[in-house]
């Protein structure tokens, strides 16, 4: 589990409520015992927790390096993938720190179109996998083919 990057007590309670912040006190001193909150780096051979911050506290992407493959899995970065991808400045109300999130945005995306990574995103149409390339100053998602198989 990441741990969360700073304090949202100073947030307005609206906002720590909207993120079920009583719950996740509640479920953190609970599971207490059972956590292990990991800080961005390796975390084992071939899987490397990279801090995504902005969206969430301790909001956070992996990715997977195995057999000279790559999937960059970053969770909420994208929301509306129409809109974000080609304008990674827009940010979304659900983040909680907008210009960090943005940010976070910018950086990942750099990443993934310059290392030619494939990612995988919660709010990623079907497959649910892509890649990103540079489209003058933005970017554009390239959607991995699939195929079922039966």
């Known amino acids: 589990m990441a741990s969360a990057a700073r304090d949202i007590s100073p947030l307005p309670k609206v906002r720590r409520r909207e993120f079920g912040y009583n719950r996740n006190v509640s479920f953190r ?13 390796t975390i084992a051979p071939g899987l490397t927790l990279v801090a995504l911050p902005g969206h969430t506290p301790g909001h956070a992407g992996y990715r997977l390096d195995s057999a000279g493959e790559t ?7 994208v ?6 991808v080609p304008r990674p400045q827009v ?6 720190d907008e210009p960090l999130a943005a940010e976070s945005r910018r950086r990942i995306f750099d990443l993934v179109a310059t290392e030619r990574l494939l990612a995988a ?4 149409h079907m497959p649910g996998f892509a890649h990103l390339v540079r489209d003058g100053g933005s970017y554009r998602l390239l959607p991995e083919r699939w195929s079922v198989v039966v």
């Open 121 to 124: 995103g919660g709010h990623l």
């Open 91 to 96: 940010t979304s109300e659900y983040d909680i």
């Open 71 to 77: 999937l960059l899995i970053w969770g909420d970065t």
């Open 29 to 41: 001193r609970h599971y207490r015992d059972q956590l292990r909150p990991s800080r961005a780096g």
């Open 79 to 84: 929301h509306v993938p129409e809109i974000q």
